[in-house]
């Protein structure tokens, strides 16, 4: 078993994968979280091809129970959590007067609530490896609508504003127990859910997967004295969504 391990959400294809690899790589042993099975099991089997240890559990993280029974089923297997990768999100386009209320929830409850209860369910492992070594890692994430509000994306940028509040708060109270806590403030990636906006911004034009995953890496690299709260990732020059209304 894995002298190390770590729990992704969203982790059946783009950052969440991406980042679930390179850990895989960098030795961790892996719980992987999302809620399609299918295609979840077919991002595990590639993982286990190239030798990672690894469970995938489907769930939604949208519902409290499921999220406790993650994190129990997380320690029965590797009786440790050194990193937590809080990446499970949705986002839906809407104009404030127009906003679907079961929209609004779902945003609410996976982009932001999930968050808290899964610090809440791991803060004891990730306590106990922050004794152990000191460098514990939560990573939150967040988007450049969490730095700067986004029409049309209201209510995402709201819950990607919290993500960062939170994470800065989290700092505060687990920064001293060797829990660090980072914010991942991307722009646009390469992922099916920026296919929303490919016919404005190009997928070639868009920021890597792998460009998270490295960001990961080098958290986990720097000493325990070195705490990072936050990541902008900007395209060159700066990329906006096209005007609407």
């Known amino acids: 078993m894995a002298d190390k391990a770590a729990l992704v959400t969203g982790a059946s294809s783009g950052i969440g994968l991406a980042i679930a690899r390179t850990l895989g790589e960098m030795g961790y042993g892996l719980t992987m979280v999302a809620r399609r099975p299918a295609k979840l099991e077919e991002a595990a089997a590639g993982l286990e091809a190239e030798g990672i240890e690894l469970q995938a559990i489907a769930a939604d993280v949208a519902e409290e129970d499921q999220i406790v029974g993650v994190v129990k089923r997380h320690e029965e297997r590797y009786g440790r959590m050194d990193v937590l990768i809080n990446n499970a999100g949705v986002g839906f386009g809407e104009l404030g007067e127009g906003l679907t209320t079961k929209r609004v929830d779902m945003q609410l409850a996976v982009n932001l609530r999930s968050i808290f209860l899964f610090y809440r369910e791991s803060i004891p492992m990730l306590k106990k490896a922050g004794e152990e070594h000191g460098s514990a890692l939560v990573v939150n994430l967040s988007s450049i609508s969490g730095i700067r509000g986004e029409a049309f994306l209201s209510v995402y940028s709201a819950t990607k504003h919290g993500v960062v509040g939170f994470t800065q708060a989290m700092n505060k109270e687990l920064g ?3 829990i660090r806590n980072t914010a991942f403030c991307p722009g646009f990636v390469d992922t099916p859910m920026t296919d929303f906006i490919k ?3 190009p997928a070639e034009e868009m920021m890597r997967p792998e460009d ?3 960001a ?9 004295g070195c705490m990072v709260p936050e990541i902008q990732f900007e395209q060159p020059g700066g990329l906006q969504l096209p005007g609407v209304g």
């Open 212 to 214: 998270m995953a490295a």
């Open 199 to 201: 016919e404005h911004v």
């Open 216 to 224: 990961v890496r080098f958290l986990l690299e720097v000493s325990p």
């Open 176 to 178: 001293q127990m060797g």
